[in-house]
């Protein structure tokens, strides 16, 4: 779709969404610069809102299911009279009687059913198309949970990249500052004056690191870099400065391991980012605009009120409820079909007069009109019998249904409930260690640079800050999800 297009659908949508009735912007009279600099901004800055809305109108699933409603809708004005029966006979030679010959019979007949059928038709086909109503505002709220859900999952991710891209950047730094400390240790004799160049210690620690510290002391005598000769005194330095270089790899087993974190997250939110576009009803690799987040969030009801609103408020509930009434009109029909049918009609048979046969023909007409009345004769009653109890049995299964459905949304309303309350604590809790482990690290890092601290001590305080602060995104994910699960079951908004 051209971009032009693009942007007139969100500002149609956006007119939509606000109530107004705009007319379509000329967008010809624009210039290129404006359509392709501030508007396309302005798509791009989307919202969850923004999000529902084009899963609203682009979802197939919803669509076909408003469908239903629009043909279950169109089923309320088709009970009616049925067609009047119109039978015409036509002699092919003219029929000899009293008053004449008789060249054709014209008959027309008009059914009438039983009072109140069509009301209850009717009656019928209204519940039935209000319960198509409610099964599509179920579909549209799990549409809805599913956007919210799945854009959580994508919010978080990123978040929690922003995370490991830090920690990253802070463990690089922490590297190089070992390594600085190690080239002291292993040459003390220049720790005070011109260090060795950061790229000969970086080859010799990787050396070491691949157990071949021998292999890595020829590779730099041989090399044409000014290093200093590795003499027997300075593999006894490299020996004291084992522990150092023990932190320097341990730094770097550290850095592998979040740089494998962060392409199993890039892997993650590809297939999130395919599962949000295929709901939306869009392009696979349609950009996802993701500005805001997640912060914690409030709900602002009682838990006995969230399961009232639950058991009022639900589609399921309504569409069974609905189903019962019209399985009770439609029970009411099958007696009604018991009862009789009435029939008007009219006969009218013309006669032509024959010839020389002494009657003077002037004065009266020689056709017949005879008004008709017929009834049906309703004596099988077995039909019926069985229509009622087909009725009443529909109806005593959608309220058994109904209050199946009512006992599996309190189920889901429990769970829901406490995986709310479960998330809120540990995120009270998260913010509190992560608070406490940040001054741990300060301390540490304090300590360090006195010499009176190791490395594994900042790294363990490192690791752990990294393990709250995504336990701490999973707290709030899970926190923004199971409030979202709760407005899909009540059908309304729960919080500010």
Do not use: C
């Amino acid at each position: 779709m051209p971009k032009v297009m693009k942007i007139k659908i969100v500002f149609n949508r956006r007119f939509r969404k606000s109530g107004f009735g705009f007319q379509v912007f000329d967008f010809k009279i624009l210039t290129l610069l404006i359509l392709f600099g501030v508007f396309s901004e302005v798509a791009m800055s989307q919202t969850l809102e923004d999000y529902l809305i084009i899963a609203a109108e682009n979802n197939p699933g919803l669509k076909a299911s408003y469908a239903r409603f629009q043909a279950a809708d169109a089923r309320i004005s088709q009970p009616g009279l049925p067609d009047p029966e119109m039978q015409i006979g036509v002699f092919l030679q003219p029929m000899e009687r009293y008053m004449g010959n008789q060249t054709a019979d014209y008959r027309i007949m008009q059914m009438f059913p039983w009072f109140g059928s069509i009301k209850t038709q009717k009656e019928e086909a209204k519940y039935m198309a209000q319960a198509q109503y409610q099964l599509f505002e179920e579909n549209k709220n799990q549409l809805f949970y599913q956007v919210k859900v799945t854009w959580y999952e994508l919010a978080r991710l990123r978040e929690e990249k922003e995370l490991m891209r830090s920690n990253l950047e802070y463990l690089k730094k922490l590297e190089e500052l070992s390594l600085v400390r190690f080239q002291g240790a292993a040459n003390p004799s220049n720790s005070s004056g011109t260090n060795q160049p950061m790229e000969s210690i970086i080859s010799t620690t990787e050396g070491v690191s691949s157990g071949n510290v021998m292999g890595g002391m020829n590779a730099t005598s041989t090399s044409k870099t000014p290093t200093s000769s590795m003499s027997p005194s300075n593999l006894s330095s490299m020996g004291s400065a084992s522990p150092g270089m023990v932190d320097v790899l341990e730094i770097r087993l550290e850095i592998k391991e979040l740089e494998n974190q962060l392409e199993i997250l890039e892997a993650n939110e590809t297939a999130f980012q395919i599962k949000f576009n295929q709901i939306l009803s869009r392009e696979k690799d349609s950009p996802i605009s993701i500005e805001t987040k997640l912060t914690p969030v409030t709900l602002d009801w009682e838990i006995k009120a969230i399961l009232d609103s639950i058991q009022r408020n639900n589609p399921m509930l309504a569409m069974y409820e609905q189903e019962a009434l019209a399985y009770e009109q439609k029970a009411r029909m099958a007696k009604l079909d018991g009862n009789p049918m009435f029939g008007l009609g009219v006969n009218y048979v013309p006669f032509l007069p024959r010839e020389n046969d002494g009657i003077d023909h002037s004065e009266h007409s020689m056709d017949m009109l005879m008004p008709m009345f017929t009834m049906t004769l309703p004596i099988f009653r077995n039909k019926t019998e069985a229509k009622i109890k087909e009725a009443n049995f529909l109806q005593e299964s959608a309220l058994y249904n109904k209050k199946q459905t009512e006992n599996l949304l309190a189920m889901e309303w429990a769970n829901a409930y406490r995986d709310w309350q479960e998330a809120s604590k540990n995120l009270a809790l998260y913010n509190q260690q992560i608070d406490l482990v940040k001054q741990q690290v300060n301390l540490l890092t304090t300590a360090f640079q006195a010499g009176t601290s190791s490395y594994s001590d900042i790294l363990r305080a490192k690791q752990r800050i990294l393990s709250y602060e995504i336990k701490r995104l999973s707290a709030l994910t899970i926190q923004h999800q199971s409030l979202a699960q709760l407005e899909a079951l009540a059908g309304i908004s729960l919080s500010k």
